[in-house]
C-alpha cells in the first residue's frame, strides 16, 4: 500500500520561501511521476506542478518562475521549493501520484 507523506508546511510572510516535501513508500518510486495540488480555503484543489520520472517539471501558470519541482529518487521524496509567496498561495498542499494516492497535506500560510 503507497503512503505519501507531506511536511515543511508553516507560516510564512509574503516574498518568503518554504520548501515542502513529500515522502513516499510502498511504490516503484521511480518508475512514477508525481504532482503537487493545493486546495485554498472554500475552494476545490487544484494542480500545481507535476514531475516526470526524469525529473521534468510542468507548472501551473500561477506558480511558474517562482515555484520548482525536484525529487530525489534514493530518498523516495519529491519537493516543492516555493519562493516569492503570495497570500493567495495560502492553501492545503498535497502530493499524489498516478495511482490516485493522496498523502494528507501540509498546511502553508503566507501573511505578514
Known amino acids: 500500500q503507497v503512503q505519501l507523506v507531506e511536511s515543511g508546511g508553516g507560516l510564512v510572510q509574503p516574498g518568503g520561501s518554504l520548501r515542502l516535501s513529500c515522502a513516499a513508500s510502498g511504490s516503484i518510486f521511480s518508475r512514477n511521476a508525481m504532482e503537487w495540488y493545493r486546495r485554498a480555503p472554500g475552494k476545490q484543489r487544484d494542480w500545481v506542478a507535476s514531475?516526470?520520472?526524469?525529473?521534468?517539471?510542468n507548472y501551473a501558470d500561477s506558480v511558474k518562475g517562482r515555484f520548482t519541482i525536484s525529487r530525489d529518487n534514493a530518498k523516495k521524496t519529491v519537493y516543492l521549493q516555493m519562493n516569492s509567496l503570495k497570500p493567495e498561495d495560502t492553501a492545503v498542499y498535497y502530493c499524489?501520484?498516478?495511482?490516485?494516492?493522496w498523502g494528507r497535506g501540509t498546511q502553508v500560510t503566507v501573511s505578514s
Open positions: 499524489s501520484d498516478p495511482f490516485g494516492s
Open positions: 514531475i516526470t520520472k526524469d525529473g521534468t517539471g
